[in-house]
């Protein structure tokens, strides 16, 4: 989870960072702006999503015994725990700065839908069901799935507001 919040904060970052910009194009009217931020900024996420995943998974063993290296079976088990959780960096980012995305926008609705579906209905929704299902990786994949039922919403949502903003 230490891992998992340092690889959100590049992505928080990021989506604060750009907000201001998104906000200025928007109240501009300027929509081949708001259409290419929306472009340049969803390969950045995808680059980005992709490096902390290959980085995750090349340094699981060494970031979990900064941890827990004082007991080989926790650490195995946490280095397991970890190639499944870093999955969900490939998806986090696109839902993170949709949701910021939407903020700058002036629609606090849509950013709160999304925060909301993420970060505890879908969790909660994966974390009682995929153990059932699939057994303890289930845990550790409840947040790679929430986060795949998010984008699926904040995909929706984006195709959905591309008129009313004029981005895609």
């Not at 629609?107 to 995929?130: D, E, H, M, P, Y």
């Not at 795949?148 to 903003?165: D, E, H, I, S, W």
Request: aromatic fraction near 12%; proline fraction near 2%.
């Amino acid at each position: 989870m230490y891992v998992g919040f340092v690889f959100a904060a590049v992505f928080i970052g990021y989506s604060q960072g750009t907000a201001p910009i998104v906000s200025y194009h928007f109240g501009a009217d300027n929509k081949d702006e708001l259409k290419n931020l929306l472009r340049k900024s969803a390969g950045i996420i995808a680059v980005a999503g992709v490096a902390m995943l290959t980085s995750s998974e090349l340094l699981a063993e060494p970031l979990a015994k900064i941890f827990v290296g004082y007991d080989a079976g926790l650490l195995a088990l946490t280095t397991h725990g970890m190639k499944l959780y870093c999955i969900s960096f490939i998806l986090s980012g696109f839902n993170i700065f949709g949701s910021a995305f939407f903020t700058a926008l002036n629609n606090g609705t849509v950013s709160a839908a999304i925060s909301f579906l993420r970060t505890l209905l879908f969790q909660v929704v994966s974390i009682l069901t995929l153990p059932l299902i699939i057994g303890v990786d289930g845990i550790w994949l409840a947040v790679v799935a929430a986060e795949a039922m998010a984008l699926v919403c904040t995909g929706g949502f984006v195709v959905r507001g591309r008129k009313r903003y004029g981005y895609l």
